[in-house]
């Protein structure tokens, strides 16, 4: 289980958003593995030294979401197939929210849009390489 | 925050339940002759969760905790542990509570091993692996004199001592002063240890907010003696936002706003910090008609600090409202 990544309470980011981005980035990169069990709330909250409900309230999240499933008895799990759980206007509204956030981002770096249109079909290229490994084993 | 199903079903997790008030404190008011340290306070502590109870030095925290433990008397009003009048709390009563006051007072003559035995000879359940792990945790060997114990590690005694005998109720008045992050990580570890049993309830008072965010359920703010929060850190932190306010010119006067805590101008920007936002707030702040709005989220102790600073008006509460 490589669900080991420290927090940082000072940041503005709240604790339960910081696993909930962790747990999105390893699924992402494959530290997860899809139909992998993720460790029970209590024995992360140990491990990170949080409230156990803060835990709890990420993984929740993170079910509603589809990427995680919980099997009743048994524990939490990485979806083994991302389910479509959100409506097409609701996928366009976060879609737009991350290309906003970018090109912020972008505009402030003096970074001309060709060259985050490439940097984007570059860094794309790599995730879907690293998921199609994945998916061989 | 938020009660509600849990994901990962093991026997010994802490589920949702309708909790009962372990502490429960009902318009409490002190005075130390004619000055006033706690006015009308009201607060109440579910069984099972673990309660920061913040606030700014002279604010009155220890003063309330001491009068919920029946060591003092209340001028007006009552408070109740598991119940229980404070001011008669039975014997047996009193050994389900463990108090861990201000300071970590320690019988120097004594070394680690006989404060032990010392504190176990009043508790009937007292745990020695619990004792032990403690010290284990605070690098302690029971053949050190307390009297020559480091700050951090007379904490370390203090904290073994109180949880050795297993409280259902913690009571820890400021733990983590004076100590080194390393000690305040165990301490922080010990008590999410204790809790692990549903039913242990934490109160404790603090001023490290990065602690207090990592493992509190719920937080108080004691404010001028008066209580002003008592919440989720989560809705703590989701209702106190700084707004930065950007203009073409010199921004328009700073607007009389309900919930204003701090306000800072310079040449082109206004930043606003507000609590209890609401729509009708949002959309004063765009009647200022600023070239951009972006609300900026605070850190904890950020928002703390403009909750309970100087500048702002004081006339109105955070509760437990989730909005989710």
Known sequence: MSLVFSLSPASDVPIYRQIIQHIRRSVIQGQLELGEQLPAVRVLAESLVVNPNTVARAYQELIRDGLLESRSGVGVFVAEESRQIFSDAERKRRLEHAVEQLLHEALLLDIPLPDVCSSLEEQWKILQSQINSRRKK | ?324
């Open chain 2, 1 to 324: 925050m938020e009660n509600s199903a849990k994901p990962n079903q093991q026997p010994e997790e802490k589920m949702s339940e309708p909790a009962s008030p372990v502490i429960q404190i009902d318009h409490l008011t002190k005075y130390y002759g004619t000055r006033e340290i706690v006015s009308d306070l009201s607060l109440s502590v579910p069984k099972g969760t673990i309660y920061g109870f913040l606030g700014r030095n002279g604010m009155g925290k220890t003063t309330t905790i001491r009068i919920f433990l029946g060591l003092e008397d209340p001028t007006r009003g009552s408070t109740k542990v598991f119940g229980l009048d404070s001011r008669s709390l039975p014997p047996e009563a009193r050994a389900r509570i463990g108090y861990l006051p201000e300071g970590h007072h320690v019988y120097g003559w004594m070394t680690v091993k006989e404060c032990g035995q010392f504190q176990a000879s009043y508790f009937p359940a007292w745990n020695q692996d619990i004792f032990e792990t403690v010290l284990t945790h605070f690098r302690l060997t029971s053949k050190m004199k307390a009297g020559h114990l480091s700050r951090g590690q007379r904490a370390g005694l203090c904290l073994a001592l109180t949880l050795a005998p297993e409280p259902e109720l913690l009571v820890l008045d400021d733990p983590a002063l004076g100590l080194d992050p390393v000690a305040r990580r165990s301490l922080l570890q010990s008590m999410l240890y204790v809790t692990r049993k549903a039913d242990r309830t934490i109160f404790f008072s603090s001023h490290l907010l990065s602690d207090v965010e990592r493992v509190a359920d719920r937080i108080a703010v004691l404010d001028g003696k008066v209580l002003r929060a008592d919440c989720s850190v989560e809705t703590f932190r989701r209702q106190i936002r700084q707004f930065i306010l950007k203009f073409r010119d010199a921004p328009p006067p700073t607007p009389e706003i309900p919930g204003l805590l701090e306000s800072f101008r310079s040449d082109r920007e206004m930043a606003l910090t507000v609590a209890n936002i609401t729509p009708e707030i949002e959309s004063r702040l765009e009647a200022l008609q600023p070239a951009s709005i972006e609300p900026v989220d605070l850190t904890l102790e950020d928002a703390f600090i403009s909750y309970v600073g100087e500048r702002g008006e004081k006339t109105f509460f955070m509760n437990g409202k989730e909005t989710k």
